[in-house]
């Protein structure tokens, strides 16, 4: 079995920055794509941004040139860092990682959520 446990939301000014963290935890497992997501009330989960394998990387149109995703493969987390942050950037962010395990093919796999949310 795999955990992907995420931190770092809050409550944060329009304007202002977060980071978000997320990483994964388990048996022997691999990882392969990771990301981030998010749902704001009354709408469908959409992709914010995603980092491959080789490192390249694709984001949502809304959020391009303000939020950088990365990764630590040493550590198996990944990260979102956040800036210029909107009021309509409120959601609950979800990690996603496609991981395999001894016994598992690759699959998805999604953290707990993390809230953020941007208000003055």
């Known amino acids: 079995q795999v955990h992907l446990v995420e931190s770092g939301g809050g409550l944060v000014q329009p304007g202002g920055s977060l980071k978000l963290s997320c990483a994964a935890s388990g048996s022997t497992f691999r990882l392969y794509n990771m990301g981030w997501y998010r749902q704001a009330p009354g709408k469908q989960r959409e992709l914010v941004a995603r980092?491959?394998?080789?490192?390249?990387?694709n984001y949502a149109d809304s959020v391009k040139g303000r939020f950088t995703i990365s990764r630590d493969n040493a550590k198996n987390s990944v990260y979102l860092q956040m800036s210029t942050l909107k009021p309509e950037d409120t959601a609950v962010y979800y990690c996603?990682?496609?991981?395999?395990?001894?016994?598992?093919?690759?699959?998805?796999?999604w953290g707990q959520g993390t809230q953020v949310t941007v208000s003055s």
């Open positions: 980092i491959f394998n080789g490192g390249s990387t």
């Open positions: 996603n990682a496609v991981v395999s395990t001894v016994t598992t093919m690759a699959s998805n796999y």
